[in-house]
């Protein structure tokens, strides 16, 4: 199942929050995996990218 990429809401520093998802928008990906969601199993960068 592939949802949408959203920066945490529980995060207590926002501009980290941003910057690490920007780094993370920034990659070339086709899968990514995060601890309290399902993962993306294709177009994972263009769907950080859109959320970034």
Do not use: Q, W, Y
Not at 6 to 20: A, H
Request: hydrophobic content about 40%; charged content about 30%; proline content about 4%.
């Amino acid at each position: 199942m592939d949802g949408k990429a959203i920066p945490g809401v529980f995060n207590t520093d926002r501009e980290k929050l941003l910057e690490s998802f920007g780094r993370l928008a920034a990659l070339d990906v086709e899968i990514a995996c995060f601890g309290h969601t399902d993962p993306f199993t294709r177009d994972a960068g263009k769907k950080l990218r859109a959320a970034a």
